[in-house]
């Protein structure tokens, strides 16, 4: 038995130095945190309920947008960002809160969105992203 | 410790199994690029050789976002040949440091899938901060800051800023040291919504210049007012 549980514990033990090996290498490229905090993040439920207090963001590429979005969204997205913000800050007021989406295509464009929204305008808004995306809000839509 | 030897053993072999499986075996993995100020692209190059003794086709090359396109050059690798991933990042308005990933899913069994990763620096030019500022319908006019600072890779003398709306005047002041400059920014008044865009020019001794935006906005309608000479609710006296 005791045997069985040495033999378990080093089989363990050679399993992690790999492990560990890579986390030491690559220390500087993983990030071991999500790039979102929860607090940060909001389900399709939750927003879709905010009705008309609520901002909507598409943070996609045009050619995403224009094929279709969110009833309302507005479009801002970081490869035209200078061209799109003032017509964004046009419709903003200080208020309402700010719900930014992307696809699962397009990645963090939403994160990268909220956070020069908060960070380079900072603006008081509660700004969130929106989990699982543009998928989430079509799979909602049906 | 004869009990352990074969589970050593078996471990081992899968371990050396893998790794002379390996086939398809990839230069860098991660590339870091710096463009320079001025650049639309950032452009990384993903090298390869098969050092394995069967072909290997590629199944797939997706890239993590939209702004990033990646290709590969052919679709079928055959044995020594070598080749390369190509990753095109498109820097349009963004800024600071971008991570993009592109996924190259292959047919070579022991590792099917690569992630490889584009590191883009981006040149540090002017910090505007903040890049957008208000006033509520109805506040005070009191001038507002905007504090721009020139960046390690963009040594500017001097910036000029004009605004889109004549409802905002701004003045220009330079910060003892060099390098950073308060923008004083005031509504003429409050008593409307409006918005405009503060244009900002860096002067540079070389190059065309790049512009720079910031934002400014009255928001809302002013409280409601009640019309001339509508029946007004006292106020409460006052306690002696």
Not at chain 2, 48 to 74: D, E, L, M, R, W
């Amino acid at each position: 038995m005791l045997s069985a549980l040495r033999q378990a514990t080093l089989l363990i033990a050679l399993a992690f130095l790999p492990a560990i090996g890579q986390a030491l290498y690559l220390r500087d490229q993983v990030s071991w945190d999500s790039r979102d905090r929860a607090s940060e993040k909001v389900d399709v439920d939750l927003a879709q309920s905010w009705g008309p207090s609520a901002m909507w963001v598409d943070a996609r590429p045009d050619n995403e947008f224009e094929s279709d979005h969110v009833p309302g969204a507005i479009p801002l997205n970081e490869d035209r960002w200078n061209e799109l913000l003032p017509p964004f800050l046009a419709q903003w007021t200080p208020e309402k809160k700010i719900v930014v989406y992307c696809s699962t295509q397009s990645c963090n464009l939403a994160t990268e969105v909220a956070r020069r929204l908060r960070e380079e305008a900072k603006l008081p808004n509660d700004i969130r992203v929106l989990e699982g995306g543009w998928e989430a809000w079509l799979k909602k839509r049906k | 410790m004869k009990t352990l030897r074969p589970i050593l053993a078996l471990t081992l072999s899968i371990f050396l199994c893998a790794t002379a499986r390996a086939e398809l075996k990839w230069e860098q993995t991660t590339l870091e690029l710096h463009p320079a100020v001025g650049d639309k692209q950032a452009i990384g190059h993903f090298k390869y050789q098969n050092v394995g003794k069967t072909p290997i086709h590629f199944k797939s090359v997706k890239s993590s976002c939209g702004c990033t396109a990646a290709q590969s050059q052919k679709e079928q690798v055959p044995p020594g040949d070598k080749g390369e991933i190509t990753a095109t990042f498109n820097i349009g308005d963004r800024t600071g440091t971008q991570v993009k990933t592109v996924t190259v899913e292959t047919d070579d069994a022991p590792q099917p899938v690569t992630l490889l990763t584009l590191k883009a620096v981006l040149p540090e030019m002017l910090t505007i901060n903040p890049a957008f500022i208000f006033w509520k319908a109805g506040e005070e006019t009191t001038p507002k800051i905007i504090n721009v600072k020139a960046g390690k890779d963009f040594p500017a003398k001097g910036v000029k800023v004009v605004s889109s709306s004549p409802e905002f005047s701004t003045e220009v002041e330079p910060v003892k040291g060099g390098g950073e400059w308060k923008i004083k920014v005031q509504p003429k008044d409050t008593s409307h919504a409006t918005s405009g865009t503060l244009t900002i020019t860096p002067e540079v001794t070389s190059g065309q210049p790049r512009l720079f935006y910031a934002n400014v906005s009255i928001t809302g309608a002013p409280p409601a007012q009640p019309p001339p000479g509508a029946a007004t609710t006292p106020a409460p006296s006052a306690k002696p």
